[in-house]
T-cell receptor, first 112, second 112 residues
Framework: GQQLNQSPQSMFIQEGEDVSMNCTSS?????WLWYKQDPGEGPVLLIA?????ELTSNGRLTAQFGITRKDSFLNISASIPSDVGIYFCAGQLGTSYGKLTFGQGTILTVHP | DTEVTQTPKHLVMGMTNKKSLKCEQHMGHRAMYWYKQKAKKPPELMFV???????INESVPSRFSPECPNSSLLNLHLHALQPEDSALYLCASRGTRAREQYFGPGTRLTVT
């Protein structure tokens, strides 16, 4: 089946630094979603991408849908302590009732 | 409003108990999902309901029994669970035309 490679697996950064993470796939998707999950809570949707090449921002977050449709990245600028959590990418092909393929997650730790 | 609610927040049950998890959304979404998530891993799809009909069962053991009483409600009935079934159980929903999935806060299940 489809697999998503998400990297890095974990990041330890200082407050104020920028962060970049990405996902690559062996297959194409027509939607990329980025989620953040805090411990013991459900994933929260950060950004949704629908078209190849699309670049979308949400506050300090910026994400892009790769032009090959097989990759996406998420950047966080000027990180703050509340950015701590696990970030998941998810790809959707558009068939099969919206079934998502998830990356393994990036664990982000921000030191004050 | 993109809220999905889940009850209970926490559940501890013995291996001979019968319990149910409940999920509710009032966004008019017609696709609803159950996921199982282990610590620091991505969510794993269990079931998909589309227009109140079970559309996908990801080979889930019969001790998990989903039910969709109406377009706003989704239940997961639990019976004779095993300790390895302890996990965070997440519900999600998706609109008919939109491609985003919105997750609830989850139910933390512990099987003793």
């Amino acid at each position: 089946g489809q697999q998503l490679n998400q990297s890095p697996q974990s990041m330890f950064i200082q407050e104020g630094e920028d962060v970049s993470m990405n996902c690559t796939s062996s297959s194409i998707f027509n939607t990329w979603l980025w989620y953040k999950q805090d411990p013991g809570e459900g994933p929260v949707l950060l950004i949704a991408l629908y078209k190849a090449g699309e670049l979308t921002s949400n506050g300090r977050l910026t994400a892009q849908f790769g032009i090959t449709r097989k990759d996406s990245f998420l950047n966080i600028s000027a990180s703050i302590p509340s950015d701590v959590g696990i970030y998941f990418c998810a790809g959707q092909l558009g068939t099969s009732y919206g079934k998502l393929t998830f990356g393994q997650g990036t664990i982000l730790t921000v030191h004050p | 409003d993109t809220e999905v609610t889940q009850t209970p927040k926490h559940l501890v049950m013995g291996m001979t108990n019968k319990k149910s998890l409940k999920c509710e959304q009032h966004m008019g979404h017609r696709a609803m999902y159950w996921y199982k998530q282990k610590a620091k891993k991505p969510p794993e799809l269990m079931f998909v309901y589309s227009y109140e009909k079970l559309s996908i069962n990801e080979s889930v053991p019969s001790r998990f029994s989903p039910e969709c009483p109406n377009s706003s409600l989704l239940n997961l009935h639990l019976h004779a669970l095993q300790p390895e079934d302890s996990a965070l159980y997440l519900c999600a929903s998706r609109g008919t035309r939109a491609r985003e999935q919105y997750f609830g806060p989850g139910t933390r299940l512990t099987v003793t």
